[in-house]
């Protein structure tokens, strides 16, 4: 059975023992189900516990980019100065399944001032509307670096970790 349906069902099951299943009940019986689950590591498969924490910052980090491109884009409405440089980049890719390339391309636009416009046939270029383009590189670094970079830290359990000599997460 799947670690984290189990670690669902073990929620669910602490809400019902206490009887009342609410936010608060089910969140703390799946920290205690998380824990159990912890315990059992030698029997049950060890990735679950890798992945969660990645989700949880994957998240974090998305709420971030969302909340900041956001502001950005309601700074330019609100004031009278017209910023704007829109432009399409080409974005190579390294995501090569349906799953990675649908999660990142939604991602993207799901960001305000950004909207992933097209794939190319060969599944190695995704074409992004930009609505800030300065500089593509820059734009195509954010993309790598930021999005599809965790995005296939998490499908695929590979690293994701910092770019020598640089902040940005790779």
Not at 62 to 80: D, H, K
Not at 86 to 100: F, Q
Request: charged residues 20%; contains cysteine; aromatic residues 8%.
């Amino acid at each position: 059975m799947n670690a984290f349906l189990l670690n669902v069902i073990f929620a669910g099951v602490w809400s019902a023992l206490v009887g009342e299943v609410d936010v608060p009940h089910l969140a703390f019986g799946f920290l205690v189900g998380y824990g159990v689950l912890w315990l059992m590591r030698p029997l049950i498969d060890d990735s679950y516990h890798r992945k969660l924490p990645m989700l949880i910052g994957f998240v974090l980090f998305f709420l971030r980019e969302l909340t900041v491109s956001t502001l950005r884009v309601a700074w330019e409405v609100v004031t009278p100065d017209d910023k704007r440089r829109p432009g399409i980049v080409e974005v190579p890719l390294d995501a090569k399944t349906d799953n990675e390339i649908t999660l990142l391309a939604n991602l993207v636009t799901l960001t305000p001032g950004t909207m992933t416009i097209d794939v190319s046939s060969c599944r190695t270029v995704m074409y992004v509307h930009a609505m800030f383009v300065e500089d593509r590189e820059t734009i195509v670094r954010e993309i790598k670096d930021g999005f599809e970079c965790r995005v296939l830290a998490l499908l695929r359990d590979e690293s994701c970790g910092p770019v020598e000599g640089s902040g940005v997460m790779r």
